[in-house]
């Protein structure tokens, strides 16, 4: 599921050079690669489910995107008016970067030797550690580099309207993020959620263990559940990168079939098995890469300006003088189309008389 997030529905562009994107696995696994780093990727998650939330193995983070409403405070956890000095959070100070904010809150807390920031978002960390989630957050707003990595991502718009505050029956979608910060020994840890609109991060629960997945169902549930009909959620993964998790493993297989001792006696059949799980693996990076081109080659259909295209198409039209031609054939075809609706209604009210 896919949502613009927005401060008001009429509103294009609500900060200068700050401007919208779209909510997308794609768009914010690429935005994290131009960034610098290496080794993750976005999913949705499909469902708030122990079983959605395992198929995903070992999510880093998530990205939770709801309705927001004014005055709103959720009482499931408390806002700490100063951080912790090893947790990055940053408030949020500009209004179309939300979903930006998210990652980067999560990015720059992430400690694992696996996962490679790059240069920019060290030298971003290593200058902001001491700031506080205020300077943080204004930081994030003067950094050249991240305004233009978001804006390489925004569609392009025809007019660019004044700005607007949000009224209250307007829907306004904001996104936080979910981020399990594991104490030294790794054995259990506190869940944090990083709301750029929160003057601190929100401290939820413990864990023990790797439960902490168990603990965000309960959260995220509880949370979906005082919002009653509204329906309108978006649940994405920050995970390690399956290529480069599948292409680990391959290395892996690959060095204890070259390992193998030429004496024992099942060698055969072990060498199957390895080889049938390396062409599985194999078959899943290929897959990945395929997935991941094809997201690139939409993002880049998302980017690409189509307004000249439909301008000149529109002149060429109107000088062949075809408008009233391609009028009156849309009229015909939907009038085909109603016609053959009512047959099929018709029909299917008199099936249903027969039973």
Known sequence: MSFLYFYS?????????????????????????????????????????????????SPLGFIFLFKWKHNQNFEDGIVLEDKPPNLFFAEQKISNACATQ????LLLNINDPEIVLGDELTRF??????FSSDICGETIRNSAVIREVHNSFSRPEPFIMEETVAKEDDDVFHFTTFYPQFDENGEGGIIYELDGLKKGPILHTGFEGTKWLIELVSILQNRINTYGTELRFSLMAVIKDKRFVAKKKIE??????????????????????????????????EEEQSRMEMAYRENERRRFNYIPFFIQLMKGISEKNMFSGLLEKAEE???????????????????????
Do not use: C, H, Y
Not at 102 to 105: M, Y
């Open 252 to 285: 892996q297989l690959t060095k204890e079939l070259n390992g193998m001792d030429e004496k024992i006696t099942d060698k055969e059949e072990k060498t199957l098995t390895i080889n049938k799980q390396i062409q599985e693996l194999s078959n899943l990076v």
């Open 9 to 57: 529905s009429k509103t294009l562009i609500l900060e200068m050079s700050w401007t919208q994107i779209e909510s997308d696995p794609g768009v914010f696994t690429e935005m994290i690669q131009k960034f610098g780093v290496k080794n993750v990727q976005v999913v949705d998650v499909l469902g708030v489910t122990k079983e959605a939330f395992r198929s995903i193995g």
């Open 333 to 355: 075809d939907m009038k085909i189309r109603l016609d053959k609706k009512k047959r099929k209604d018709e029909l299917k009210k008199q099936m249903e008389k027969k039973n």
């Open 102 to 105: 998210a990652i980067l809150n």
């Open 125 to 130: 960390k290593d200058f902001s550690k001491n």
